[in-house]
C-alpha cells in the first residue's frame, strides 16, 4: 500500500488503508561522506496521509507521555487536513526551542511506543511528522508566536545550553527582558558547540539563536563567572537569575593503560571541525553505548578510519542509545562488541596503544538503574586491536564556579544545587535547573525544569510587581 494524497481528512480506519512511511534517507555510502543532515522531510501529500493515520482516541497515550506536552492528536489532525499553516502556528507556540522536538527529540519518542495503534499496525510517525511542520514554519515565516506586552523586570540566565535557551525563550515571550551569559563563545551549549551535523541541523538551530536575539535577547558569551560575571553582580543588576550551568566533564577511563598515547576523551574529538586527533587509517575502538558512542563511530567513520569498532558491557537491547542513532550507525558501517567489558589498554615499547583487553559478560538481574547488572565471566580474556581509543562512558556532575558569591548557595553532598519545588536555590530570586541540581540527567528532565522554573520565575515576579 502507498500513501493516499487524495486523503481529505482523519478516519477511524485509515490505519489500514496506509501503511507507515519513513521519511527518505540518504544512502550510508553517500552521507559517510559529509557531515549534512542524513534525512529529508516528507512532502505535503505524505505528511497528510501519514498524519491520517492517527485515529485521534480521546484518551491519547501519546500526549500522555510526551515530556513536552505537544498536542499531538491536534496537531495531526490539522495536518492531515491540509491546515499546514495552522499545525506550524500551533506547533512554535507550544515549544520552547522547538527544534528539539522533531531534531534531537528529548522524549526519545516515547510517543510512537505508546501509540494506540503499536500492535495492531504501526505507530503513527508523529517525530517525522513534526520535522515536516518544523520545516513548513521555517519556509513561510511563523516561527515567531505572538508574544506578551514587555515587561520592565529584567531576567539574567547563567548557560546557554538547552537549559539555558529553553528557560530564556519561555521569559522572553512572556515580556521579561532576558540576558543570557556563558564562558562558551557560541551560544547552543553542547547542541551547537559539540553534536555533528548528522544528529541536528546546526544551521536552523542558529537561526533559532538568532531569533531570539532579534526578539531583544541578550547573549553575553565567553565570560568567565565569578570574575567577569559576579552572581552578587546578578542579583542586584536583574530582578531574578536563572542557573542552568553544564561544567561536566567526561568520565575517565579508570584501567591499566589508560595512559598510553592514542586514549582519548570523546567529545573533543566530534565538536572539533578539524580533529587533533587523526583516525585516518587507524583502528577505532569506542568504549561506552550512549548516543555520544555513536556520534564518536559515525566521525569516525566519516574521517577515514579503516575500522570503527564499539565495545558494550551489556546486551544490544540494553544499549542507551537511541535506536534510530544506532541503527544508522550500524547501517554506516560501524561494528560492535556487546557484553564485553574493556579490563586494560595494551601498547608497545613506545606507549602507543595496539589492543583493547576485554573479557566477556553475563547479564543478572536488573540493577537500581533499570538495567541488567553484569558479571565478568573468568577466564574470557580476549584482545580487540586499536590504534585509537575513544572514552564515551558519559559526565560527571557539573561544578559550580569557584568563587565565594556563588560559594553561598546550598549544595548536598554530591555538590548539586538543593532547590524547592519551585526551582528556587536558598537565595532569593535564584533558580537553577538541568544537571547542576540533578547530577547528569536525560535531556528530558533538562527540559522539564526549565520549563518549570520559567513557570515559577514568572508567579515570582509578578508577586514582585
Known amino acids: ?159 546557554s545550553g538547552i537549559c539555558g535557551l529553553v528557560t530564556a525563550d519561555a521569559l522572553s515571550r512572556l515580556g ?41 535577547i541578550q547573549f553575553h558569551m565567553g565570560v568567565t563567572f565569578g570574575a567577569d560575571v559576579k552572581l552578587s ?21 579508570k584501567v591499566p593503560g589508560a595512559e598510553l598515547r592514542g586514549v582519548h576523551p570523546s567529545v573533543p574529538f566530534i565538536s572539533q571541525r578539524t580533529p587533533t586527533v587523526d583516525v585516518r587509517g587507524k583502528r577505532v575502538v569506542v568504549l561506552g553505548g550512549g ?10 567513520i566519516r574521517r577515514d578510519a579503516a575500522s570503527a569498532v564499539c565495545v558494550y558491557r551489556r546486551d544490544e537491547a540494553s544499549l542507551p542509545a537511541d535506536a534510530e542513532e544506532y541503527a544508522d550507525t550500524r547501517e554506516e558501517g560501524a561494528q560492535f562488541q556487546f557484553q564485553t567489558q574493556p579490563v586494560a589498554v595494551l601498547g608497545n615499547a613506545q606507549g602507543e596503544v595496539t589492543h583493547v583487553r576485554c573479557v566477556r559478560t553475563e547479564l543478572g538481574e536488573k540493577g537500581p ?8 565471566i573468568p577466564g574470557s580474556e580476549f584482545d580487540v586491536p586499536a590504534d585509537i581509543v575513544f572514552v564515551a562512558y558519559g559526565f560527571t556532575a557539573p561544578k559550580l564556579p569557584v568563587a565565594e558569591d556563588f560559594a ?8 548539586r544545587l538543593v532547590v524547592d519545588a519551585d526551582q528556587m536555590t536558598n537565595l532569593p530570586g535564584v533558580f537553577a535547573g538541568g544537571s547542576i541540581v540533578h547530577g547528569p540527567v536525560a535531556l528530558v528532565e533538562v527540559v522539564r525544569d526549565a520549563q518549570k522554573a520559567a513557570t515559577a520565575m514568572d508567579r515570582y515576579l509578578a508577586a514582585r510587581r
Open 233 to 253: 553582580d546578578l542579583r542586584r543588576d536583574y530582578d531574578a537569575v536563572f542557573l542552568g550551568i553544564v561544567r561536566n566533564e567526561e568520565v575517565p577511563l
Open 369 to 376: 538503574d533499570g538495567r541488567p547488572m553484569v558479571t565478568p
Open 291 to 300: 548516543d555520544t558512542a555513536m556520534d564518536v563511530l559515525r566521525v569516525a
Open 1 to 159: 500500500m502507498k500513501p493516499n494524497p487524495s486523503f481529505a481528512g482523519p478516519a477511524k480506519y485509515t490505519w489500514r488503508e496506509i501503511d507507515r512511511v519513513e521519511p527518505p534517507k540518504r544512502p550510508a555510502s553517500e552521507r559517510v561522506e559529509d557531515f549534512r543532515d542524513i534525512g529529508g522531510v516528507y512532502d505535503e501529500a505524505t505528511a497528510r496521509a501519514q498524519a491520517s493515520r492517527c485515529i485521534q482516541c480521546p484518551n491519547a497515550g501519546c500526549m500522555a507521555v510526551c515530556p513536552l506536552k505537544c498536542p499531538i492528536p491536534e496537531l495531526l489532525e490539522l495536518v492531515a487536513g491540509g491546515q499546514f499553516a495552522e499545525a506550524a502556528r500551533l506547533f512554535f507556540s507550544s515549544h520552547h526551542i522547538p527544534e528539539l522536538a522533531s531534531h534531537t527529540c528529548v522524549g526519545g519518542r516515547v510517543c510512537e511506543r505508546d501509540c494506540i495503534l503499536e500492535g495492531k499496525s504501526e505507530p503513527v510517525p508523529i517525530r517525522a511528522i513534526t520535522r515536516f511542520v518544523l520545516d513548513y514554519g521555517w519556509k513561510h515565516g511563523l516561527v515567531e508566536p505572538a508574544l506578551a506586552p514587555p515587561k520592565a523586570q529584567r531576567v539574567a540566565v547563567i548557560g
Open 408 to 415: 553561598r548557595l546550598k549544595t548536598d553532598e554530591r555538590g
Open 176 to 216: 521579561y527582558s532576558v540576558a543570557v551569559y556563558d564562558s562558551r563563545q557560541k551560544p547552543g551549549g553542547r547542541m551547537m558547540n559539540g553534536l555533528p551535523g548528522f544528529r541536528v541541523d546546526l544551521e536552523m538551530v542558529a537561526q533559532r539563536v538568532e531569533l531570539l536575539q532579534r526578539r531583544g
